[in-house]
């Protein structure tokens, strides 16, 4: 029998930050395990990171585009949490279910397969703390009433609203600047190890990308230290660090990375409507050269993308080569993936270094943190491998080698 397998996600963090960090289990992984700097997906944003993560392939097949977009079939704007400010622009009710519950029963792409499906079918458990994609085969009724029962992985625990048992954990929500989420998920996770239950834990941590959008990338130490706290919790309940590495294979990685934000914009191209938020924006139009040509001129947009007879093109500042590409981790595949997702707008707008968007709220993190553009700084991801195969080039091949792992494929 393989080893069940820990999937350790810490949200925002930059392989620079990782690669870097003097915190005890982090160093104490990645003095046990292979390393190397991995791609993320385009746009380099949580809710399509995690769904790459979680269904092992591109935009083009799980079909969540970005943080925010136009969804033709209800015609209407979906909004998972750009801001608070986004969320009540967009309707709080609306975009809560949007969130929580429709982005994996609705949303997420029929013909994408999750990991928690793939592995479940083969007779396999499956446990997930916390993570917004999840579908599964499993019903979970909710903790408290009105809201609607979701499908997830066999053990599901997600921000105290679905709990697939009763463990104790104090209540996710908080306060989310000092680390409440993230000490839920240590929670959780301690009563997971102690019960053994399971071959794939997928154990995400959000906190850290929080702190970071507010403070900067590289510079969120305060709260990489309680990320590192809540993955000590997990060695501690397996009986020590040596005795996790025992019973465990691990993966440690981060959905996207983070660039410093030092000037914003809000992105119009005229009549067309975009959706734009942190450092992507999309652009549902008619006529996508005229909006390519018209954003030439505009200098919070760099790479544009946009597709003409089929192919691809890439544009910025009236260059129009495919070669700009080249200097971005995995250029090419991101862009032509998100651009064939059917949700994606006909004109995707990767920020110009420095740039944020602002969202449906004005809100942005200038001085701060931000992510979401094909630039390396968003897009590599540390990716370390403990007990399996080398680290995957890209968080697309986790769902793959986690399945081969354990015998499947
Ligand atoms: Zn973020």
Redesign the pocket.
């Known amino acids: 029998m393989a080893k069940p397998v820990v999937l350790i996600v810490i949200?925002?963090l930059t392989p620079s930050m990782f690669e870097a960090a003097e915190t005890p289990a982090l160093k104490f992984l990645a003095e046990h395990g292979e390393y190397r700097r991995a791609a993320s997906t385009f746009p380099s944003?949580?809710p399509v990171c995690l769904s790459s993560i979680a269904t092992g392939a591109h935009p083009d097949v799980h079909e969540i585009p970005h943080l925010v977009w136009w969804y033709r079939m209800e015609q209407r704007i979906v909004e998972y949490g750009s801001s608070f400010g986004a969320v009540r622009a967009a309707g709080l009710a609306r975009s809560l279910r949007d969130t929580i519950v429709d982005l994996n029963a609705r949303h997420l792409g029929k013909n994408a397969q999750t990991v928690y499906e793939q592995l479940e079918d083969a007779g396999l458990t499956t446990a997930a703390i916390n993570i917004t994609c999840y579908r599964g085969r499993n019903r979970h009724l909710p903790t408290i009433p009105g809201v609607p029962a979701v499908y997830g992985p066999r053990q599901f625990f997600f921000y105290s609203l679905y709990e697939s048992d009763r463990t104790g954990a104090p209540l996710a929500i908080r306060n989310r600047s000092v680390g409440s989420i993230d000490a839920y998920a240590a929670y959780v996770g301690r009563w997971l190890v102690t019960r053994d239950a399971f071959d794939l834990l997928v154990f995400y941590l959000p906190d850290y990308?929080y702190a970071s959008?507010a403070a900067g990338p590289d510079m969120s130490h305060e709260a990489l230290a309680r990320s590192d706290a809540a993955i000590a919790t997990l060695m501690d309940a397996a009986g020590g660090p040596d005795e996790f590495l025992e019973r465990y294979a691990v993966v440690v990685c981060s959905d996207?990375g983070?660039s410093l934000v030092e000037h914003t914009a809000r992105l119009d191209v005229g009549g067309d409507l975009v959706t734009a938020s942190?450092r992507a924006a999309m652009v549902y139009t008619a006529n996508a050269r005229a909006v390519a040509e018209q954003l030439d001129r505009e200098p919070s947009a760099g790479v544009v993308l946009f597709r003409e007879e089929g192919a691809l093109i890439a544009r910025r500042d009236g260059d129009e080569d495919l070669a700009l590409l080249d200097a971005m981790p995995d250029g090419l595949g991101r862009a032509e993936a998100a651009l064939r997702n059917p949700n994606a707008g006909e004109v995707l707008v990767s920020a110009a270094p420095g740039w944020e968007f602002v969202d449906l709220a004005g809100r942005h993190h200038l001085g701060g943190g931000?992510?979401g553009s094909l630039e390396a700084a968003d897009s590599e991801v540390p990716m370390l491998t403990i007990g399996l195969d080398q680290p995957p080039t890209s968080i697309t091949q986790i769902k793959q080698l986690i399945a081969r792992h354990h015998g499947l494929d």
Request: charged share 20%; net charge negative.
């Open positions: 949200d925002g944003l949580t990308d959008h996207h983070q942190n931000s992510h």
